[in-house]
């Protein structure tokens, strides 16, 4: 009997990508990886260079600070863009598909924190857009090894995502009332009292729904200062409406991420506890995983 050859599994390249050479996988392994020497002392560099550079940024804010050392915190602000400039192109060119990195959160989050720099050529205000940056330090989960809080990360996301649609059902009706309240009040109090527009009404509308309360414009008639006491009392309650629908969302996410998949022999049932060894519905015991 021909004894059959064994021939090697053939991976399309549209999966993988071109095979990195030896000098890019070593590479890959410094930018991206955080388990060798190098890697740890790379991503740690990387991670105090963004906290100078974010601490460069907010200073050079400060009036009296920029007119000290403005050229300094210029010239370190340039620096350290040029050299996250050179990493973010090495990154590009030790990942397999580029595009892929290019879109992922990471990926973009590197772009943002060169861009503000080159576009401040052209609108000197956006640079200070540079604090962007300490997003990129998110890396230190990875470095300091808490990679397992990523995990609680994605259950808050999860839950974000899955109320969207009630959030916005809930932003389109304050959006309604606020609207209705504000064109309300430019009829009762008018121009003399600050409500010279709609906009503008709506504008303090929001502004005492939420119980900010500027007191940039108030109510003077006896009438308008009902409805801003009415507009005052629905924004408590209306405050609560979003964190309840979140809350539900993030229980549901947690119980979801905190089940076992495998059904019950006995009755079929699925969703149990990772810890339990016997089924909630029907008491048999459970299979091990």
Known sequence: MMKAKNTPRHTPKFNDGEALSPWRESLHTIIFGSETPLGKAFDVLLIISIGI?????????????????????????????????VEYLLRLLCVRRPWLYCRSFFGIVDLLSILPSYLGLLFPDVKYMLVIRILRMLRIFRVLKLTEYM?????????????????????????????IFGSLMYVVEGSQAGFSSIPKSVYWAIVTMTTVGYGDIAPQTPIGQIIAATIMILGYGIIAVPTGIYSVELVKSYQTDNVRNDACPDCGETGHDFDADYCKY????????
């Open 53 to 85: 550079s974010v601490t460069t940024v907010m200073l050079a804010s400060v009036e009296s600070i920029q007119q000290r050392y403005g050229q300094l915190l210029s010239r370190l602000e340039w620096t350290f863009t040029l050299l996250f400039t």
């Open 151 to 179: 995990s609680e990360a994605h259950i808050l996301m999860d839950a974000l995502s899955n109320s969207r649609r009630k959030v916005l059902v809930f932003l389109y009706t304050v959006l309604t009332l606020v609207i």
């Open 282 to 289: 029907c008491g048999h015991r459970l299979e091990d995983d």
